[in-house]
C-alpha cells in the first residue's frame, strides 16, 4: 500500500462525516416599551452592573419628542408617528479596591475632650479606589494618575473632587482580584486578556520579590516589592493618552518566606488593558449612536429619529438593537400601553460562551418584565411565569410562604412559526392544522411544552394540555431546508431528521426521525397531493395520555435541481424522551411543588392578581397554575451564589460600606446593610450542527413560509417495535473530532507502513 493511497483513504473516510455549524445567539432583553410613552431604562441587565458593589453607571431615555442631553423632552417638537429619539448615557463612579489598598486622612478625633479642635486631628486609613464606568455595557475603568479616596460618607463631609479622573479616556478593566495566591520562582499568575505576571526572583533575607508583567511573550515592565510588615506593594505606571503617570497595575505582596521553596504571597491585584486604552471622541459615532456630549464628566449619545416599522429588527450600534412587535401600528392613538405598540431594546451575544441573564435587582416581583430569562412573547403579548421574593430586612426568604417566595407559571396558546394562515372554510373551521397552534410554558426560565394532544388531522384538541405533565421545547422553525437523499437534519437534544429517499415523479419525500443515531419513526411524505399529506405529524402515548403530538414537519416541494431535492419549511419537535410529571410534594432544586391552584385563587400567593395587569402578566388563557414555594428557609448571606431550581439561580451580596453618591442622572445605590440580589438563568453559545451532511441549504433562517399544499391530514406513519438502523453521524463537534481521528490514524499507520518496508529492505540487504 502506497502512502497516495492511504492519504486519500483518509480524505474519503473525513469527506463522509456530515458537518455544518448553525449559529446561535443569546438575547438579553430589556423591560417591554410602549409607544407614546417616554421611558427610562436604568437596570437593564445589558448594563454592566456590579452586584458587589451594587454599581451601575448606565442609563437610558426614549421619546417620541425631540430631546436634549440631559433626557428633558421638548413637548413641543414631536417626531413624525412611528418615529422615537433614544438618549444614552453614563458617568463614572468610584469603586473599591478588592484588596483593602489604603491611605492615611486627617480626621478630628471625634472622642476629644479638649477645647482646641484642631488639636484633635488625627490620621485614619481610609480605602481608596478607582474611577469605574460602563460604556455600552462592558466595564472601563476611566484612566487617573492620582490615589483617590474611597469615601463612605462616614465622616459626614461632601465627596472630594475627582482630579485627573476622564470619563473620555478608558480602558477595560481586567482584574480586582482580593485572591490569594503563592508562588516560586518561575511561577505566574494568568490576569485575563493575554497579560501574566511572573515572579523572577525572590529574595527571602531582604524579603524582597522580582516581579513582571507580560503581555504574550512581551515584557512590559518590572519591579522589586519589599514585603514590610503589613506588605508591600507594586505600582506600575504609564504615560497614557497625554496623561503622565496613570496607574496601570497595583500588586500587594503579602509576604516573603521559606518553605520547601522560597515563596512570596500575594494577596491584591488590579490591572487594566492599558494596550487597548481609547479616547472617546466626540467626532466618533457607533452605528445609529451619534456623540453629542463627551467630556470628563460624562458620554452621551443619541440615536435620532429612529423609525419603528412592524416586525422590525433595527441595529442601533455596539451590538445593541431594538425589536418591534408584527402589527405595530403608530397611526393608533398615542397612549399608554396601546395594544399594537409594544417593543425592546436587546443585545444579542454570537460569540462562543456562557452568558448570563439576570432579573433586575432586589425587586420584590419579577415577570417578563424585569426578567429577561421569563418566557415572552412579544407579537402576541404572551407571558406565563411570575417569581415572588421578598427578604425581610433580616435577609430571609420564608418556608412554604408564597408571599415571602414562590414561583408560579401556567400555559399560553402560541403559533408555530410555521403559520400558513390560511384561515377558515365556510364552515368556519380552520383549514390548516399548522394554524390550530399549540400550548407553551416557561419554567424556571426554559421553554417548556405541555403535553398537547391533537386528533387524527393534526388539529390542537382544546381542553386537552396537561399543565402538570410537560417536556422541553426542542425546535420550532421556519427556516428553508433544502436537502438531498442522506442529508440530515441536527433538530437538538441529538434528535435528527433524516432524508432517506425522494421520488420526483410522485412528489414523495421519505423522512425518518432518530434520537442519538437510533432509529424512532419514518414517514413518506406527499406533496402537492391536497389531501394534507404534505405534513408529517408523528403522535404517540406519553405518561398514558393519547395522541400526544411529539413532531410535526412540513414539506413544500421536492424537485429536481443537479440532484433531487426536498425542501422542508417548518419543524416542530418537544423533547418526548425527557418529560417532568409533577406530584404535589415533589421538590424541584430548593422548591416544594404544591400543586395546581386556580387563577382566581391565587390572588392571596403575593399578589399574583397582577396577572391581568401588563407589569405582569398580560394575557393568561389557562385556568390554573403551577405553584411552588421554598421547603425551607433561604437566608441571604454575605456573598451567595444558589442554584434555586433548573437553571435559575440568585446571586446576592451584602454591602459592607456606603457606596459614593451617583454621578450619573438617576442611578440608584442601595444602603448601608442592605442585601443586593438578582436571580439569573445561563445560556451558552456554541459550534453546533444544522445537520447537513450534503451540499443542500441546511437552515439558511430566510424564513420562507409555506406556499405548498395547505391541507391537513397527517401521512401514514410507520413505528415498528425495536427497529433500529444504524444511521450516520450527526454533525457538528464530535463529528470534526473523529474525522480528524481518523485522518491522524491512518497517516501514522502510513508512517509506520512506509519505515517497517525501509527497515525490511535494509534487512534483505
Not at 426560565?445 to 394540555?465: A, K
Not at 456554541?686 to 441549504?697: I, R, T
Request: charged residues 20%; hydrophobic residues 35%; contains cysteine.
Amino acid at each position: 500500500m502506497k502512502m497516495r493511497y492511504l492519504l486519500a483513504a483518509a480524505l474519503i473516510l473525513f469527506s463522509m462525516v456530515g458537518v455544518s455549524f448553525a449559529a446561535e445567539s443569546v438575547e438579553i432583553r430589556s423591560e417591554i416599551l410602549w409607544y407614546g410613552s417616554s421611558d427610562w431604562l436604568q437596570d437593564w441587565a445589558a448594563f454592566y452592573y456590579d452586584l458587589k458593589n451594587n454599581i451601575c453607571t448606565e442609563q437610558i431615555y426614549l421619546s417620541i419628542y425631540e430631546i436634549n442631553n440631559y433626557g428633558g423632552s421638548d413637548y413641543d417638537n414631536p417626531l413624525s408617528p412611528g418615529h422615537i429619539n433614544i438618549l444614552y448615557s453614563t458617568s463614572p463612579v468610584i469603586q473599591k479596591f478588592e484588596y483593602n489598598w489604603t491611605v492615611l486622612v486627617e480626621e478630628p478625633d471625634w472622642n476629644w475632650n479638649g477645647e482646641d479642635w484642631e488639636e484633635s486631628i488625627i490620621l485614619v486609613p481610609r480605602p481608596t479606589g478607582f474611577a469605574v464606568i460602563g460604556f455600552f455595557g462592558e466595564p472601563y475603568v476611566a484612566l487617573n494618575n492620582e490615589t483617590i479616596l474611597y469615601n463612605n460618607n462616614m465622616l459626614g463631609r461632601d465627596m472630594p473632587a475627582f482630579p485627573n479622573v476622564g470619563a473620555n479616556k478608558i480602558a477595560p478593566l481586567v482584574v480586582n482580584d482580593n485572591t490569594k495566591y503563592s508562588l516560586k520562582v518561575g511561577d505566574s499568575i494568568d490576569l485575563g486578556k493575554g497579560y501574566a505576571l511572573y515572579v523572577e526572583q525572590i529574595d527571602v533575607g531582604g524579603n524582597k520579590t522580582n516581579l513582571i508583567l507580560k503581555h504574550g511573550d512581551t515584557q512590559l515592565g518590572s519591579g522589586i516589592v519589599t514585603a514590610s510588615e503589613s506588605g508591600g506593594d507594586w505600582i506600575f505606571e504609564k504615560d497614557l493618552l497625554n496623561m503622565p503617570n496613570v496607574h496601570v497595575l497595583r500588586v500587594h505582596v503579602k509576604d516573603v518566606f521559606h518553605g520547601n521553596d522560597a515563596i512570596v504571597e500575594i494577596d491584591g491585584l488590579w490591572l487594566i488593558d492599558y494596550l487597548n486604552a481609547f479616547e472617546v471622541k466626540s467626532d466618533v459615532n457607533y452605528g445609529k449612536w451619534n456623540a453629542t456630549s463627551i467630556n470628563s464628566e460624562e458620554l452621551v449619545y443619541i440615536a435620532e429619529d429612529i423609525a419603528l416599522s412592524s416586525n422590525a429588527t433595527i441595529a442601533l450600534g455596539k451590538d445593541w438593537n431594538l425589536k418591534v412587535q408584527d402589527g405595530f401600528n403608530p397611526m393608533l392613538e398615542l397612549r399608554f400601553m396601546e395594544p399594537n405598540n409594544r417593543f425592546y431594546l436587546f443585545k444579542e451575544y454570537t460569540e462562543p460562551g456562557t452568558y448570563e441573564i439576570r432579573s433586575s435587582v432586589s425587586d420584590c416581583q419579577y415577570t417578563y418584565n424585569n426578567f429577561a430569562a421569563f418566557y415572552y412573547d412579544l407579537d402576541k403579548n404572551l407571558a406565563t411565569e411570575v417569581l415572588n421574593a421578598y427578604a425581610g430586612y433580616d435577609g430571609q426568604f420564608e418556608k412554604e410562604d408564597p408571599d415571602s417566595f414562590s414561583y408560579t407559571t401556567t400555559y399560553v396558546h402560541a403559533d408555530y412559526k410555521y403559520l400558513p394562515n390560511d384561515g377558515f372554510d365556510e364552515d368556519d373551521i380552520l383549514i390548516n392544522s399548522w394554524d390550530s397552534g399549540y400550548d407553551i410554558m416557561g419554567y424556571f426560565g426554559e421553554l417548556y411544552v405541555p403535553l398537547n394532544v391533537v386528533d387524527g388531522d393534526g388539529f390542537y384538541v382544546y381542553e386537552s394540555t396537561k399543565l402538570d405533565k410537560f417536556a422541553p421545547l426542542v425546535m420550532d422553525d421556519d427556516s428553508k431546508y433544502t436537502l438531498k437523499t442522506g442529508d440530515w437534519i441536527e433538530l437538538g437534544n441529538n434528535y435528527t431528521l433524516h432524508v432517506r429517499q425522494i421520488d420526483i415523479k410522485g412528489n414523495k419525500a421519505h423522512l425518518e426521525l432518530q434520537k442519538d443515531g437510533v432509529f424512532v419513526n419514518s414517514s413518506i411524505v406527499t406533496t402537492k397531493s391536497g389531501d394534507g399529506s404534505s405534513n408529517w405529524i408523528y403522535k404517540d402515548i406519553l405518561l398514558n395520555v393519547k395522541d400526544v403530538q411529539h413532531l410535526r414537519v412540513h414539506v413544500k416541494d421536492v424537485f429536481q435541481g443537479q440532484d433531487e431535492l426536498v425542501e422542508i419549511d417548518g419543524i416542530w419537535l418537544m423533547d418526548y424522551n425527557n418529560v417532568t410529571d409533577l406530584k404535589s410534594g415533589d421538590e424541584v432544586g430548593l422548591l416544594k411543588y404544591e400543586g395546581l391552584s386556580s387563577i382566581d385563587s391565587v390572588d392571596g400567593y403575593g399578589n399574583l392578581q397582577r396577572y391581568s395587569s401588563p407589569n405582569a402578566l398580560y394575557k393568561v388563557d389557562a385556568e390554573s397554575v403551577l405553584v411552588f414555594t421554598l421547603k425551607n428557609n433561604l437566608t441571604l448571606t454575605d456573598e451567595m451564589d444558589l442554584v434555586i431550581a433548573n437553571n435559575m439561580s440568585l446571586k446576592a451580596y451584602k454591602s459592607d460600606y456606603f457606596p459614593l453618591p451617583n454621578i450619573a442622572r438617576g442611578v440608584a445605590y442601595g444602603f448601608y446593610g442592605e442585601y443586593n440580589y438578582y436571580f439569573y438563568v445561563t445560556e451558552e453559545i456554541g459550534n453546533l450542527s444544522s445537520g447537513n451532511d450534503g451540499d443542500g441549504d441546511s437552515g439558511n433562517g430566510d424564513g420562507n413560509k409555506g406556499s405548498g399544499d395547505s391541507s391537513n391530514k397527517s401521512s401514514e406513519t410507520t413505528n415498528p417495535e425495536n427497529e433500529t438502523k444504524p444511521g450516520k453521524l450527526a454533525g457538528g463537534i464530535g463529528a470534526i473530532v473523529l474525522g480528524l481521528f481518523l485522518l491522524i490514524a491512518l497517516i501514522l499507520i502510513a508512517y509506520l507502513y512506509r519505515r517497517y518496508k525501509t527497515r525490511m529492505g535494509q534487512s534483505q540487504k
